[in-house]
């Protein structure tokens, strides 16, 4: 609890850890909330990634533009892949899990297929602990402040394989779905051709509803 209250105690501006976790090296242990529907559990980073394969994916924020419109559904579009290969997909943010909920269940209203997000766990790092203990916690300014960087990470039985790191809150070519799909040898092609349409039409057509309804409510609050 020291290094949380010391982490929230930060002044703003102060430098962040630089170096991000390396390959090879194992996840620090760290209390999360997973956030699985209805249901919110407290589990430990070590122990929610200790066994099989998984890919931690990084995200700025909830409902913000980039993270909506691309890359949360580039994970959604390729989830069979990603099953096929045995990873389990986690997607990792500052929100709270109040916020996160809200998020995958308007993901769900916009796409008409919750059962496309049924793959996919979201992880509340709500204290910033993870990102910072993993040295991809990254201060944006006043646009976000201190938030996760945006990245995917592949897991294989606690220890890091693969870790693409993309800069910024919008770029997205090292931590999309198609790229850690190449790092595990895999076609990401596969999953797309086999999803219909009408589907995946719904599916980047979350994008508005998401973005906007979000930056409605931020303007309204001030933020």
């Not at 209203?109 to 990254?138: F, N, Q």
Request: charged share 20%.
């Amino acid at each position: 609890w020291t290094r949380g209250l010391l982490s929230r105690l930060r002044r703003k501006g102060e430098a962040l850890p630089p170096v991000p976790i390396a390959v090879g090296q194992p996840l620090p242990d760290v209390s999360v909330l997973e956030v699985l529907g209805d249901a919110t559990r407290e589990v430990s980073s070590a122990d929610l990634l200790r066994k099989g394969r998984h890919v931690l994916v990084g995200l700025p924020g909830a409902f913000t533009p980039t993270c909506t419109d691309e890359h949360l559904p580039g994970f959604v579009r390729d989830m069979r892949t990603f099953e096929q290969i045995g990873a389990k997909v986690h997607f990792l943010a500052t929100n709270d899990a109040y916020v996160i909920r809200a998020w995958n269940e308007s993901l769900a209203a916009c796409t008409g297929r919750p059962g496309a997000l049924a793959g996919v766990s979201y992880v509340s790092d709500g204290d910033a602990e993870l990102s910072l203990s993993l040295g991809l916690l990254e201060d944006f300014g006043p646009e976000l402040g201190a938030r996760t960087r945006r990245f995917a990470m592949v897991v294989q039985d606690g220890k890091v394989v693969h870790l693409g790191v993309d800069d910024g809150t919008r770029s997205l070519e090292h931590a999309s779905a198609e790229a850690v799909l190449r790092a595990c040898g895999a076609d990401s092609t596969v999953a797309r051709a086999s999803m219909e349409d009408g589907e995946m039409q719904a599916l980047l057509g979350m994008v508005a509803v998401g973005a906007a309804a979000y930056m409605v409510i931020s303007s309204s609050l001030g933020h």
